[in-house]
């Protein structure tokens, strides 16, 4: 019977859909645990999916690339899921323009606070260059994040981790910390959110609600945009 078990996962992790099914299936877990447990911050869906896949492929001997294989299906539909935020955002279209004053200008204190941070936090602890760097876009999408560090000399892949790492951290306590400081608009609150934790936190906000979602929508968009047009600006100012 065990060598039966065996070769049928020797079989399932050599398929494309075994990646689609275990990032699926690991959600779905963190789903779980997040609705069944009180819904507690902390205890981020990602994370936990995060965490789970991490610990098969490290059990299973699988590498990334033959599991991005599978999981690449739920990778393209960030795209949609991306131009589906304009929904929200479109029914508080009023609210929106109503607070363009107040959004532009959190969106320049929290778009440099959140660079230069991370930067000097980097270079205090006496990290290279090249970390440094890689560090600076840490607060936007990916996609962005990873061109915006290759543009001006970081690590791509480095990039990448410091995002999702960003992305958890700022979902997870966002919301603690608005509470600390008493921030009670759903419109701030999301629009932080978006600011600080691009995708991740604008999910957490949309669980949340709807007027928060919409403007964390909005903040990680405009955020991701303010940074690939300044950031290589900055770079070339300062290095150049």
Same mark, same amino acid.
């Given at each position: 019977?065990?060598?039966?078990?065996?070769?049928?996962?020797?079989?399932?992790?050599?398929?494309?859909?075994?990646?689609?099914?275990?990032?699926?299936?690991?959600?779905?877990?963190?789903?779980?645990?997040?609705?069944?447990?009180?819904?507690?911050?902390?205890?981020?869906?990602?994370?936990?999916?995060?965490?789970?896949?991490?610990?098969?492929?490290?059990?299973?001997?699988?590498?990334?690339?033959?599991?991005?294989?599978?999981?690449?299906?739920?990778?393209?539909?960030?795209?949609?899921?991306?131009?589906?935020?304009?929904?929200?955002?479109?029914? !508080?279209?009023? #609210? =929106?323009?109503?607070?363009?004053?107040? +959004?532009?200008?959190? $969106?320049?204190?929290?778009? *440099? /606070?959140?660079?230069?941070?991370?930067?000097?936090?980097?270079?205090?602890?006496?990290?290279?260059?090249?970390?440094?760097?890689?560090?600076?876009?840490?607060?936007?999408?990916?996609?962005?994040?990873?061109?915006?560090?290759?543009?001006?000399?970081?690590?791509?892949?480095?990039?990448?981790?410091?995002?999702?790492?960003?992305?958890?951290?700022?979902?997870?306590?966002?919301?603690?910390?608005?509470?600390?400081?008493?921030?009670?608009?759903?419109?701030?609150?999301?629009?932080?959110?978006?600011?600080?934790?691009?995708?991740?936190?604008?999910?957490?906000?949309? !669980?949340?609600? #709807? =007027?928060?979602?919409?403007?964390?929508? +909005?903040?990680?968009? $405009?955020?991701?945009?303010? *940074? /690939?047009?300044?950031?290589?600006?900055?770079?070339?100012?300062?290095?150049?």
């Amino acid at each position: 019977m065990s060598d039966d078990l065996h070769q049928i996962w020797v079989y399932l992790s050599a398929s494309p859909l075994a990646g689609l099914t275990l990032t699926l299936v690991a959600y779905q877990c963190g789903l779980w645990l997040f609705e069944k447990l009180g819904r507690r911050p902390i205890l981020n869906p990602v994370l936990i999916a995060v965490l789970l896949i991490a610990g098969v492929l490290s059990l299973s001997g699988i590498d990334y690339r033959t599991y991005f294989d599978g999981a690449q299906f739920v990778h393209f539909l960030l795209g949609p899921a991306t131009v589906a935020l304009a929904v929200p955002l479109y029914n !508080q279209f009023q #609210e =929106v323009r109503r607070s363009a004053l107040a +959004l532009v200008v959190a $969106l320049l204190v929290g778009s *440099t /606070a959140s660079a230069l941070s991370a930067v000097t936090l980097v270079w205090a602890f006496g990290g290279s260059a090249a970390t440094i760097l890689s560090m600076a876009p840490k607060s936007v999408t990916s996609p962005i994040a990873m061109g915006v560090s290759e543009q001006i000399g970081g690590l791509p892949s480095l990039t990448a981790v410091f995002v999702i790492i960003t992305g958890i951290v700022a979902a997870s306590l966002g919301t603690w910390v608005l509470n600390l400081v008493r921030v009670k608009d759903w419109r701030a609150r999301g629009f932080g959110m978006g600011v600080a934790a691009h995708g991740i936190g604008t999910a957490r906000a949309l !669980q949340v609600n #709807e =007027v928060a979602g919409a403007f964390a929508g +909005l903040g990680m968009g $405009l955020n991701g945009l303010a *940074t /690939a047009l300044l950031l290589p600006t900055l770079y070339q100012l300062i290095w150049g």
